[in-house]
């Protein structure tokens, strides 16, 4: 087999779950997640011969999920919401609590639906993926000052409509 082909194959079998969990962060949906973790990844195998040398395919795959998920809010314009499930991460420490995991992940999926697309992609890169102001606004193609008053304006509709999940760090930690 080819090294390159062997290299993005790899690649997608261990990338793809994390990508998925993002990319269904940022569309509140799993098939339309998955058709985003797709078209980023098909994207990414026509750049592979350069992306495999510089070691950026999975910055380079993520990049390109922000900017297709930012075109199709722009294509599209209907009411959503949030089918499916939301994928769970693989392996884990201890044994969780998989009541009050269950709890907090509706209540966190009721809360997501209620946010635009855009203040969605924002919470999910600032917090989710850890990213700066700078490097959202630079993903997303908008300004610092957009970045910051979408992360002021959806904590604050996160903390109205679901309260209870004040106690995470994503709501109590930033953008006060």
Request: hydrophobic share 40%; net charge positive; proline share 5%.
């Amino acid at each position: 087999m080819d090294p390159l082909v062997s290299e993005f194959d790899s690649f997608v079998r261990t990338r793809t779950p994390a990508l998925l969990r993002s990319a269904y962060l940022l569309t509140g949906d799993q098939h339309l997640a998955e058709d985003l973790v797709q078209s980023a990844l098909a994207r990414t195998h026509r750049s592979w011969n350069r992306l495999h040398h510089s070691g950026n395919a999975e910055a380079y795959t993520r990049k390109t999920m922000y900017h297709l998920q930012v075109s199709w809010w722009r294509r599209r314009r209907v009411s959503e919401s949030m089918p499916g499930d939301l994928p769970e991460p693989r392996g884990g420490d201890s044994a969780p609590d998989h009541a009050q995991q269950t709890s907090l992940r509706l209540t966190l999926r009721a809360a997501l639906a209620k946010l635009s697309p855009k203040q969605r992609a924002v919470l999910v890169l600032r917090f989710f993926e850890d990213r700066s102001e700078v490097e959202t606004a630079d993903l997303l193609g908008v300004t610092v000052g957009t970045v910051k008053s979408q992360t002021a304006k959806s904590l604050a509709k996160l903390r109205v409509v679901a309260p209870e999940l004040a106690e995470l760090y994503v709501l109590e930690g930033s953008a006060q």
